[in-house]
Every structure is written in structure tokens, then in C-alpha cells.
């Protein structure tokens, strides 16, 4: 029989462990965040998601956070199948509701690049990829390349 020692069992309703205490780490305020670093690298732009059995998927990002703008070039789009996916991607500049600025489209939906002419993007703009005519069950990346500004203290 396997013996588990009672410090795993917090959620069972264990008492806790002599002279520990858990607390939750301190927040930082947001007015600490003064400084502006320009040119980062985009970090965090990639996205993905399954293809339907209708063969379309769509699939959104965007910056998050206060301070965080996206200075987008590029994006590579993909799927599982690859270059012999017959599928196409149309990416988009808007919100879910509305897709009103077309920032590229590609017959390579299995894998291609996609060139963007987005000046900037803040917190609540997205970049929509729509897939259509892509494989059952493929999983469809969008990888955003460019460079963001973000807040630091």
C-alpha cells in the first residue's frame, strides 16, 4: 500500500504543516510600471486551434496587458497536413464581431507567410486567422513575428 504523507492531502482538509504559513504574494501596483522598453521582441504571438469538421477554424490573438503594444510584420500560418494542405487562411484585423480591415490572405493554408501592413496594435486589437477548407481534426497555428513595447519598473 502506498503511503502518502499528510502535507499532500491540504485539500482533504489536513491541518497545516508547523510554522507555515501561506499567504499570497505581494501585487504590484500599476503606477510602479514607469519605464517603457521599445523594440522587444513579440513575445507571446502564437495562437492555435483545431480545425472543425467543416474544415474551417478560426482562430484570434492580440496583445495583453496595460502598456503592451504590438508592432506586427509577419505572421506564419500552418497546419498539421502541412504543404499538402489545400485549405485557405484569411487574416484579419478587428474584433470577433466584426472583421473590418483584411491584413492578408493565403491559398497555402498548410503552411505560408503572411505579410502584414499593421501600423500598431493595443490591448483589445486582434489578428483573426480564418481557416477554410482545411483537414478534419488538423491543428492551425498563427506565430506573429514583429517587436512590442511593454512597461517595466
Known sequence: MVRIPWVFHEQAGARQPRGIRYRRPASVSPLAFTRQLQGVPLTGGQARGVIGAGGGA?????????????????CTISTTTGALDISTCAVYLGSQAQQNLQGGQ?????????????????????????????????????NITGTMDALAY
Do not use: F, K
Not at 58 to 74: A, C, D, K
Not at 108 to 132: C, R, Y
Open 58 to 74: 478560426t482562430i484570434s490573438i492580440g496583445p495583453q496587458g496595460l502598456g503592451t503594444i504590438w508592432y506586427p510584420v509577419m
Open 106 to 142: 493565403s491559398y497555402a493554408g498548410g503552411g505560408d507567410v503572411v505579410a502584414l501592413s499593421v501600423s500598431s496594435m493595443t490591448a483589445g486589437d486582434l489578428l483573426i486567422a480564418v481557416w477554410s477548407g482545411g483537414n478534419p481534426g488538423d491543428i492551425a497555428v498563427i
